[in-house]
């Protein structure tokens, strides 16, 4: 996670940097575009939790992309993008999942222990309605950037850790399509990253102590967007 992280905000100084280098040019472009590249961190809360399961560890979201700026009006500062991306999730628990020969079984374990994770990694797919106050020559601007989002998770896992060591297991109950709705808005560098999962985690029917799983997520975080 540390790894991440760090290599998270190289990322983001690097790209900073060369769009502080851009304004300096005195060339104008009339045409030009924005915010094409994206990268962003965030937390994980879990929604519609059954009872007895608490949200446990640092539930996160990372995630980096790039999204085709499309303005239609004039001045650009109104518009539309379509993007794809990659990001990773983590959802931490109370909950055990454990694989048998009769499937996946979630319970809460009566021992001590380090961390349960259920984790994702995703290619997604965004789509904006983009609102800001841009021009030619001005870098540093307002934006309200509202959409929604559709996951595709390619890797799908549980993993539980104890004193014992750890067990992790491709878990085919996550959903292989996620989807949701986000809004991004600030000014500048640093915005605000919002999101609400439509569906849940897991796949209709799974269940914990004979109650429906329906765990989704809402996301907040900080979302960067570069050149």
Same mark, same amino acid.
């Not at 309200?144 to 014992?164: C, D, H, L, P, Q």
């Given at each position: 996670?540390?790894?991440?992280?760090?290599?998270?905000?190289?990322?983001?100084?690097?790209?900073?940097?060369?769009? #502080?280098?851009?304004?300096?040019?005195?060339?104008? #472009?009339?045409?030009?575009?924005?915010?094409?590249?994206?990268?962003?961190?965030?937390?994980?809360?879990?929604?519609?939790?059954?009872? =007895?399961?608490?949200?446990?560890?640092?539930?996160?979201?990372?995630?980096?992309?790039?999204?085709?700026?499309?303005?239609?009006?004039?001045?650009?500062?109104? @518009?539309?993008?379509? =993007?794809?991306?990659?990001?990773?999730?983590?959802?931490?628990? $109370?909950?055990?999942?454990?694989? $048998?020969?009769? =499937?996946?079984?979630? #319970? /809460?374990?009566?021992?001590?222990?380090?961390?349960?994770?259920? @984790?994702?990694?995703? /290619?997604?797919?965004? /789509?904006?309605?983009?609102?800001?106050?841009?021009?030619?020559?001005?870098?540093?601007?307002?934006?309200?950037?509202?959409?929604?989002? /559709?996951?595709?998770?390619?890797?799908?896992?549980?993993?539980?850790?104890?004193? $014992?060591?750890?067990?992790?297991?491709?878990?085919?109950?996550?959903?292989?399509?996620?989807?949701?709705?986000?809004?991004?808005?600030?000014?500048?560098?640093?915005?605000?990253?919002?999101?609400?999962?439509?569906?849940?985690?897991?796949?209709? =029917?799974?269940?914990?102590?004979?109650?429906?799983?329906?765990? $989704?997520?809402?996301?907040?975080?900080?979302?960067?967007?570069?050149?």
């Amino acid at each position: 996670m540390k790894k991440s992280v760090l290599a998270f905000f190289c990322f983001v100084s690097f790209f900073s940097f060369a769009q #502080d280098f851009d304004e300096d040019e005195t060339y104008i #472009d009339t045409n030009y575009l924005e915010d094409q590249f994206y990268a962003g961190l965030a937390y994980n809360g879990i929604l519609n939790r059954p009872d =007895g399961v608490i949200q446990r560890n640092l539930s996160y979201n990372l995630q980096l992309g790039f999204i085709k700026d499309i303005p239609v009006n004039e001045k650009r500062n109104f @518009g539309f993008a379509l =993007g794809v991306g990659y990001a990773t999730n983590s959802y931490y628990t $109370n909950i055990q999942a454990t694989s $048998n020969e009769n =499937g996946i079984t979630y #319970d /809460i374990p009566t021992v001590s222990f380090d961390r349960s994770k259920l @984790g994702t990694h995703a /290619i997604e797919f965004p /789509i904006e309605i983009r609102w800001r106050t841009s021009n030619a020559i001005d870098y540093k601007f307002w934006r309200i950037y509202a959409g929604g989002k /559709i996951n595709y998770n390619f890797a799908r896992t549980s993993k539980f850790v104890n004193e $014992n060591g750890s067990d992790s297991f491709t878990n085919d109950d996550i959903r292989q399509w996620n989807y949701g709705l986000m809004l991004n808005f600030g000014y500048n560098t640093f915005n605000i990253h919002l999101y609400y999962e439509l569906n849940p985690i897991l796949k209709d =029917g799974v269940s914990f102590n004979s109650q429906e799983n329906n765990m $989704n997520v809402f996301r907040v975080g900080l979302i960067f967007y570069i050149l």
